[in-house]
């Protein structure tokens, strides 16, 4: 074999590994579309579920709102009857009562329960009444297991049932 054919021969092995390389990198390219194809996608599922969270986030705190004055409301009409600070006094005086047990306490305790019964009636008379203030007119002082003050939380407060 001749220098010229050396030389051929050695160019021949050049381009071959040239289109090698051409090939691998056609190959690349196709699976780098494939793959910015599949991002873009994700991309606008991404956006379209942002803008979605943002309306639903936008509609929840109008909601919220709207409940939070509606909250308002019935707490300021049941303030007609009682202060919610002063049923918070109740509950924890109660609390305090049902804790030790003695003759004292448990005359205090139903004397706490008579003033929420009075008030109580009056919503009645107004056609409704305080879930958790009606529980407080209903705790028994001997059974301080039974003694539940979620029952009687500012949610139960303004929850309303007729009478």
Known sequence: MNAFERLLEKKLAEIAEYE??????????????EQQ????????????????????????????EKEELLKDNIKNRI??????SEVEDMKKRMLKLIRTKNSVNKSEF???????????DKMKDA???????????????????KFDLSKASKEELITLIEA
């Open 79 to 84: 303030e007609k009857f009682i202060a919610f």
């Open 20 to 33: 090698r390389k051409i090939s691998k990198a056609q190959e690349e390219v196709a699976i780098y579309k």
């Open 37 to 64: 194809e599949k991002y873009q996608a994700i991309i606008e599922i991404l956006v379209s579920k942002e803008e979605e969270l943002e309306k639903v986030m936008t509609e929840h705190s109008e909601q919220k």
């Open 110 to 120: 139903h004397d706490i329960q008579r003033k929420i019964e009075a008030v109580v």
């Open 127 to 145: 056609g409704f009444v305080s879930r958790g203030l009606y529980y407080l007119t209903s705790v028994n002082y001997n059974r301080v297991d």
